[in-house]
């Protein structure tokens, strides 16, 4: 059973950056190179959004909202995949989820204060 665990969340100022892991586990490392990682996030109120994605390749896509301010990035010896999020607004205060191979994790709250 594959199971993808996030951590790194927590209370930032605007400005300030945080680093979210995502780490899965069940999974075998072949298996975890050839799919598409992703980070999503769910503010209160608001629909769950695509935030990042990396394909097996390396290729990465963001949204509007996050690019050049976000990264994404995986390490395939360790069936992780990070982000790195900078230049934080409260408008990036969510809760932020990994998903891939058909599941999500739990999830990691992100708030960046005023």
């Known amino acids: 059973q594959v199971q993808l665990v996030e951590s790194g969340g927590g209370l930032v100022q605007t400005g300030g950056s945080v680093r979210l892991s995502c780490a899965a586990s069940?999974?075998?490392?072949?298996?975890?190179?050839?799919?598409?990682m992703t980070w999503y996030r769910q503010a209160p109120g608001k629909q769950r959004e695509l935030v990042a994605l990396?394909?097996?390749?390396?290729?990465?896509d963001y949204a509007d909202s996050v690019k050049g301010r976000f990264t994404i990035s995986r390490d395939n010896a360790k069936n992780t995949v990070d982000l790195q999020m900078n230049s934080l607004t409260p408008e990036d205060t969510a809760v932020y989820y990994c998903?891939?191979?058909?599941?999500w994790g739990q999830g990691t709250q992100v708030t960046v204060s005023s």
């Open positions: 990396i394909t097996s390749d390396g290729t990465t």
């Open positions: 069940g999974i075998s490392g072949r298996i975890f190179r050839i799919n598409p």
């Open positions: 998903y891939a191979v058909g599941t």
